[in-house]
C-alpha cells in the first residue's frame, strides 16, 4: 500500500503535504514525491527512499511554491523502488498529474494500446498507464478532467485511490477511490481541502472529513462544495461529513523514541478502552451489540471459522483456545491468504470472524467477500472505524486501541485479545458452558489486567539487559504450550520483522519431533512456561533444553522457584487465570524485540520490506 497527499487551497501546500507524508510513512516507505504548481509551472520533486531523502531535493526555496499540491510515499508494487517509478506520474504532454494507491491489473493491455496510439513510457508502473489512458480519454472525447477520470476508471479493472490535477486547471484536484482509502478534509467555507490516505496529514487543520466509499469520485474545487459521484453509473452522491474523533497527540510519539514502544507502553489504557462500557463487573455482564443483536445466530453456529493475517491471525489461535473453552463451540483458524483461494465448506450456519487491526487487509477482505457469497454471518474485529473490513462486516465489534502506527502490531494484538475474550465470554454464559461464578471470577480478573499489564512494563530494563546480551545471535526459538503457543508465534514475528533474525515459534512439545536438533550453545530459546496448564511438561522440555546447551530466557509467574533454577534469564508476569495469560506473557516479548532492534540499529518504526497494512496481494 501506498501513502497519498494533497492540498489545494490559499496556505502554502508545501508543508502540509511533507508532513502528512511523514505521518503516511507507515504505509510505504521505499520512495517518496510531491509535485506543486506554484501558478505558472509544476515542481516535481521525487526520490527512491524515504521522505526525508526527499527534503534534500527542495533546496531551492522556489521549488517549495505553490498553493495546490500532491505528494506520495510508496510501497512498490509494479517496478522497482527507484526515482523513475516513484509517484507523482505525469501524462504524455505534462499537463497531467497523479497520485496512486492500488494496483492496476489490466495495465499491461491498456499500455500496449497506448503504446500503438504513439505514447511512450518511462516507468514500469501502472500508474503511468493510468493517467496516459486518462489523457487519451479526455483529448478523444473533449471533455474536462473529472469526465476523463471517470470514462478511464470505468476501463480499469483493479484497486485505487488516486488524486490527479490538471496544470490548465489547476484550482481543482479530482479523487477517486476503489479497494484503497482516500479521505478529504473540509476547510472552513469550503476554502481549502486536504486530501489522504487517512486523516492524520490534516488533523490539525480542520476536523471535519468525508471518506469516499468504494466506487465514488469527488470532484475537489475551491470555494465549492465538493461534488462526489458514482463511478459506473455518474449518479449523484450526497457528501457525508463526519467529525473526527482523533486528535494530534494520539499520533504523535509523546517523547517515546519509537511509536513502537510508545504503542507497547499504551496498552494498559488500550485494553481498558477496549472493555469500557463493555465489561459491566458490578452487574456481572457482558454488553456488546453486535453480538446481542445477533445472539440467535452465535448460539446456533455449528462452527466458528477466523481468518485474518500476521499478528491478527495469531490473536485467532489464541481465540481459539479460549471459545472453545469457554463457550464448546468449535473453531478454524485460517490464513485469509489460503482460506479465499481454495474452495471451503462454508454453510449458513458458519459465522466467520474477520480480525484485522487496520481492517484494509486485501486477502482478508475478499475472504469475508468470498464467506459472505457463500452465505456465512461475518463478524469483524477491525481497530480501524469505518475500515473496508467493519463496512463489509454482518456485525462487529471494534478494538479501540487507537492509532497503531510501529509497523510491527503491540497495542493491536492485546485488544484483538480482549475483545474476543469478551465475546467468548458473553456466549459462554448465553450457552450456559459457564457457571456464573467462574464468569463473575473472570470478569474481575479480566479487569485487573491493565494494571498488571502497567506492572509488567516496569521490567523494561531488565528486558533491554537480556536484549543486549542476544542482539548478535543469528537464530531464536520460541516455545509456549496452549493458550501461550501462539504468543510464542507472535513473540517470533516480531523479532523477525523488526531485528531481521531469524526466529521460529513453536509448540514446546513439538520442539523433539524436529526443532531440538537446532539447539546448541549459540541457540536462545524464549520459553513460556507460567505455573499453570501444562507447567511440568513445559519444565521437562527446558531441561531438555538446558541439557543441550541451549541459552534459555523464561517468562514465568512470579515467584516462580524450579524454572529460575534451570533457566538463564527469567522475566516473571503476574499471576492470572490460564486463559488471560496471553495478555500478560506477550508483554515482554514485544520488548524483547523491540530492545534488540534497537541494538542492531534498524529501523523499528518502519521495517524493511514491510507495510503497516497489506492491502495488496
Ligand atoms: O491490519 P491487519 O491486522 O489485517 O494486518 C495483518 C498483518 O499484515 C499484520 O498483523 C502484520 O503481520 C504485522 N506487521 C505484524 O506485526
Redesign the pocket.
Known amino acids: 500500500m501506498c501513502g497519498i497527499t494533497g492540498y489545494i487551497g490559499y496556505r502554502d501546500a508545501y508543508p502540509i503535504i511533507i508532513n502528512g507524508l511523514q505521518r503516511l510513512e507507515y504505509r510505504g516507505y521505499d520512495s517518496a514525491g510531491v509535485v506543486l504548481y506554484d501558478g505558472k509551472q509544476i515542481n516535481l520533486s521525487k526520490t527512491k527512499g524515504k521522505v526525508s531523502d526527499l527534503l534534500n531535493k527542495f533546496d531551492a526555496e522556489d521549488a517549495k511554491k505553490g498553493n495546490v499540491g500532491i505528494g506520495h510515499t510508496r510501497w512498490a508494487t509494479h517496478g522497482v523502488p527507484n526515482d523513475v517509478n516513484s509517484h507523482p506520474h505525469t501524462s504524455q504532454s505534462g499537463d497531467l498529474v497523479i497520485v496512486h494507491n492500488g494496483i492496476i491489473e489490466n495495465y499491461d493491455t491498456i499500455k500496449k494500446e497506448l503504446i500503438n496510439r504513439g505514447y511512450t513510457f518511462h516507468s514500469d508502473t501502472d500508474t503511468e498507464v493510468l493517467i496516459n489512458l486518462i489523457e487519451e480519454v479526455k483529448k478523444n472525447n473533449n471533455v474536462k478532467l473529472g469526465k476523463a477520470v471517470q470514462i478511464a476508471l470505468n476501463e480499469v479493472v483493479g484497486a485505487f485511490a488516486i488524486a490527479v490535477f490538471d496544470i490548465e486547471k489547476p484550482d481543482e484536484i479530482v479523487v477517486a477511490k476503489l479497494g484503497s482509502p482516500i479521505a478529504i478534509g473540509i476547510g472552513k467555507d469550503n476554502t481549502e481541502f486536504f486530501i489522504a490516505s487517512d486523516a492524520s496529514p490534516f488533523l490539525e487543520y480542520t476536523k471535519d472529513a468525508i471518506y469516499l466509499e468504494d466506487e465514488e469520485m469527488a470532484i475537489i474545487k475551491v470555494g465549492r462544495a465538493i461534488e462526489i459521484r458514482k463511478i459506473n453509473d455518474d449518479s449523484v452522491v450526497t457528501a457525508n461529513v463526519q467529525e473526527l474523533q482523533m486528535n494530534l497527540e494520539q499520533i504523535e510519539k509523546g517523547g517515546y523514541d519509537h511509536f513502537m514502544l510508545k504503542e507497547i507502553h499504551e496498552q494498559p489504557r488500550a485494553i481498558t478502552d477496549t472493555f469500557r462500557g463493555r465489561l459491566l463487573k458490578d452487574e456481572a455482564i457482558i454488553k456488546m451489540a453486535g453480538i446481542e443483536d445477533n445472539m440467535k445466530r452465535f448460539l446456533n453456529a455449528e462452527r466458528i471459522l477466523i481468518v485474518?493475517?500476521?499478528?491478527?491471525?495469531h490473536a485467532g489461535l489464541v481465540a481459539e483456545y479460549i471459545f472453545e473453552e469457554f463457550a464448546r463451540i468449535p473453531v478454524e483458524v485460517e490464513y485469509a491468504s489460503e482460506f479465499r483461494y481454495r474452495n471451503p465448506i462454508i454453510t449458513e450456519k458458519d459465522i466467520v470472524i474477520a480480525?484485522?487491526?487496520?481492517?484494509?487487509?486485501a486477502d482478508?477482505l475478499a475472504a469475508i467477500k468470498m464467506a459472505k457469497s457463500k452465505g456465512a454471518f461475518v463478524f469483524g474485529v477491525c481497530?480501524v472505524v469505518g475500515s473496508s473490513?467493519s463496512r463489509e462486516s454482518d456485525a462487529g465489534a471494534y478494538t479501540h486501541a487507537g492509532p497503531e502506527i510501529g509497523?510491527?502490531?503491540?497495542k493491536?494484538f492485546t485488544t484483538q485479545i480482549t475483545v474476543l475474550t469478551l465475546i467468548a465470554l458473553r456466549l459462554a454464559r448465553a450457552k450456559g458452558t459457564m457457571s456464573s461464578s467462574d464468569f463473575r471470577m473472570y470478569l474481575h480478573e479480566m479487569e485487573l489486567i491493565p494494571n498488571k499489564v502497567e506492572k509488567l512494563l516496569e521490567i523494561d530494563s531488565k528486558v533491554e539487559e537480556i536484549a543486549r546480551k542476544y542482539l548478535l545471535s543469528t537464530n531464536f526459538l520460541y516455545l509456549g504450550r496452549g493458550f501461550n503457543f501462539p504468543v510464542a508465534l507472535e513473540g517470533a514475528?516480531?523479532l523477525k520483522?523488526i531485528s531481521y533474525i531469524h526466529a521460529e515459534g513453536y509448540p514446546a512439545a513439538e520442539m523433539k519431533h524436529g526443532p531440538i536438533a537446532l539447539i546448541d550453545d549459540r541457540m536462545p530459546v524464549v520459553v513460556i512456561a507460567t505455573n499453570k496448564g501444562h507447567y511440568d511438561k513445559v519444565v521437562s522440555n527446558i531441561q531438555e533444553i538446558k541439557s543441550r546447551q541451549g541459552k534459555i530466557i523464561a517468562i514465568v509467574t512470579e515467584g516462580d522457584t524450579v524454572v529460575k533454577e534451570i533457566a538463564d534469564h527469567v522475566i516473571e508476569i503476574p499471576d492470572t487465570e490460564e486463559a488471560l495469560t496471553p495478555l500478560l506473557t506477550t508483554i515482554p516479548l514485544q520488548l524483547l524485540s523491540y530492545y534488540i532492534a534497537v541494538m542492531r540499529d534498524c529501523n523499528v518504526d518502519q521495517p524493511r520490506n514491510?507495510a503497516?497494512?497489506?492491502t495488496v496481494e
Open positions: 485474518a493475517c500476521g499478528t491478527s491471525w480480525i484485522s487491526q487496520s481492517g484494509e487487509t482478508t481497530n473490513i509497523v510491527a502490531s503491540t493491536a514475528l516480531k520483522e514491510l503497516k497494512s497489506v
